[in-house]
Structure formats: C-alpha cells, structure tokens
C-alpha cells in the first residue's frame, strides 16, 4: 500500500470507528480492550490508545454509559454499554452508513455502465 | 542487579526496576503533553494507568516480581504511541502541525546542559561533561586539564572544584539534556537500552573500561588525535578558561585587599 493509500485509509477507519463501537455494544457490555481485540482482529484498528479519548468523549455525550467491575487480574475494569440515546445514534448511524455505501458503489456502478456504452 | 522504585499504579502496589520506571514516566508525561487540548484528559490518563496497570500485573508471576523494562515498554505498545491518542474528531490535522513545530522547534534549540558524564569517565566525568556541554572531544578537554596539571598545577583544583560543583548525569533525561538531545519517549527508550548494555559489558569484563584504563587509551590518544580538531576545540576550551581564571584572579586580587585592609599576616602570593 502506497502512503497516499495508506492515509487515507486510516481516516476512513477513524470515521467509522464509532460506528463499529457502537455496533459492538449492541450486543451488550464490553471493557475496552475486548473491544480494541474485536477491532484489530478485523484490521479496523491498529491500535488500543486510540479507544480511550474516543470513549470517553462518547461517555461524556451521553451515547455510552460504564460501570465499575472488580477484575481477578489487576484493578478494577470500566465496562461500557450504550443509552438509549447511544442506540438512536446507532440507528441513524446505520441508515448513513448503509447509504454512504450505496453512494460509493454507486459510482463504481454508473461509471461501468456508461465504459459498456461506450 | 537493577534498583527498583516502588509505585502506586492504577490502584496497585509494583516493584517497577528503574529504567522501565523512567520509561512510564515518560510515556505518561508525553501523553499528557498529547492530550492537553481534550476534554476529559484526566479521566483518559487514568483509564490508561489502569490499563497499564492490568498489563504489568498479566506479565508478573512467582519469578518476576519487578517490572521491566520490556514489560512496560510491551505495554505501552501495545497501548499506541501517545500520538495515537490524539484527538479523532476534525481538529486533529491542526494538532499535527503545531506539535510538529514544536518538535522542530526544540531540536533547533538543542541546549545542551552542564552534568558530569558518568558513562564516559577519567575520573569524575568533568572533562567529558564539559565537552558535551561544548560539542567537542573530551580529549581536548582532558588534554587541557593534563597540561594545566602538569605544568602549573591549577588543573587539578579547578577540576576538583568542578567535580563538586557539577552534577551527575543521573537518570535519562539528564544524560539527553547533557547531549542536547530531546527528552521524548523514544529517546528515553534507546538511552535506557543503552545504559543496560553499557552495564551489562561492565558486569562481564570489569576491566575492560576502568577509570585508569581510560586514562592510559587517552594518552594514547593524545598523540594520535588528529590536529585540526585538536586546535578547533583548544580555541572554545581556551575561551572558558580565560572566564575562568579571571574570575580567580578577581577573587585573589580581593584576598589581597582584604589582607591588606586588615593588615593580615597571610598573604597568598608570598
């Protein structure tokens, strides 16, 4: 991969970062390295640090709410959820994401047809 | 043998060995530094301790009881460079550029702080503290302190004087200053790696690089050491020397007044 290809690629994953969070989450509570494994193992994250201020800012907008949980291994964890207002997100979220898709390929469909009549 | 520091971290008690010590130090002042602009900076810094603190926690066991180095420095890449952490919404490409800057600022800078220089001694460092200070050979300097010793006898004080007032490069920040070097993460990374293997060839072959051996590979030198260097560095090294024995001159030209004043018995040029 090129380093033109490379960026923006990263800001590709950065945009939909929350998304994937909150997707995440709708399948209930999860502590913040579970969910960088999930991410990474889908090569949507590199890595963990950049989780942190994205969740907080994410707590601190009401969209997710965390609770304190005793760990066997070290100190204690703050698992994540989503609010209510988190899932409405979530729904508009999909709905842009679902036509941010259609758009893209769109062009990619358009573009062919108009090669075919030529 | 490695001296440890004992730490309070995310809640937890650790032994953390003092280079992997100055490395979270590090890591956790540069983070901050990262984070300065962002909402919620504390409360992101504190989830990182407790992350980092879960990690050192997984890599002890009934053997391992300190924190290394590698451990902390596993963690913490695991974790992302503190410039991973730096804002995900629109401001981020303006963030960039500033802390760009100020990285090209300080390197512009490069001050270089006086400390005598314990990894590369004679005796107490002095010489070679005084040429990173300088940016130039410490054989110029050793060379300057050997002829003043031998032929008037002023080296040794002055060195003596200088040996107590200097500090010592302690930790690795110290020794980056001393060398004009930025104190960052990485820097702090390599020198402390450095350190380790200086220590760990001294603990193989202590003889190898003892004060007196350095003396000798120095005299050696001296007859080696090309000319022009030589003479570059003798003008930069004669400049401080002047400051400085004007200043001892004004201080014995007042021991003579005083002396004089108070009709003193003890005069210093006698």
New interface residues.
């Given amino acids: 991969m090129t380093k033109a290809t490379q960026a923006s690629t990263a800001q590709m994953r ?1 945009g939909v ?1 929350e998304l994937c969070i909150l997707r995440i989450l709708r399948n209930g509570e999860a502590y ?2 579970d969910m960088a494994a999930a991410l990474q193992a889908v090569d949507l994250l ?5 989780l ?3 969740l ?2 994410m707590k ?1 907008a009401g969209t997710l709410s965390y609770r304190w949980a005793e ?1 066997a ?6 698992y994540y959820s989503m609010t209510r207002e988190g899932e409405n997100i979530l729904d508009e979220m999909e709905s842009a994401w679902t036509q941010f898709v259609e758009s893209v390929n769109s062009l990619d469909a358009s573009a062919q047809s108009q090669k075919k009549k030529n | 043998m490695v001296e440890t520091r004992n730490i309070s971290f995310g809640g937890l008690l650790f032994h953390v060995e003092l280079p992997a010590f100055e490395h979270l130090t590090a890591y956790l002042a540069e983070l901050k530094d990262v984070l300065a602009d962002t909402e919620g900076a504390d409360e992101i810094v504190q989830e990182v301790e407790h992350r980092l603190a879960e990690l050192f926690q997984q890599a002890l066991n009934e053997v391992n009881r300190a924190v290394t180095l590698d451990d902390v420095s596993n963690a913490c890449t695991q974790l992302g460079d503190p410039s991973e952490f730096k804002g995900d919404d629109a401001t981020e490409a303006g963030g960039t550029t500033t802390r760009d800057e100020q990285k090209e600022k300080g390197q512009g800078r490069k001050y270089r702080r006086l400390f005598r220089d314990p990894d590369d001694n004679v005796f107490g460092g002095v010489a070679a503290g005084i040429a990173h200070r300088l940016d130039i050979d410490p054989v110029i300097v050793r060379t300057i302190f050997f002829v003043l010793g031998v032929f008037s006898g002023t080296g040794i004080p002055v060195y003596l004087v200088l040996w107590a007032v200097m500090p010592k490069a302690r930790t690795a920040a110290d020794r980056l200053s001393m060398k004009g070097d930025p104190v960052t993460v990485d820097s702090i990374r390599s020198t402390v790696e450095e350190q380790l293997k200086q220590a760990r060839e001294k603990l193989e072959n202590p003889y190898v690089k003892s004060g007196f051996t350095r003396f000798k590979l120095f005299i050696r030198r001296l007859f080696t050491q090309n000319l022009p260097a030589l003479l570059r560095g003798l003008g930069k090294v004669l400049m401080w020397l002047l400051i400085i024995s004007a200043l001892v001159a004004l201080l014995s030209i007042g021991a003579v007044i005083l002396s004089v004043l108070f009709g003193g018995v003890w005069n210093p040029f006698v």
Wanted: net charge positive; proline share 14%.
């Fill in positions: 950065k970062l913040t390295s590199v890595v963990e640090g950049t942190y201020p994205l907080t800012r601190n760990s291994s070290g100190p204690p964890r703050k």
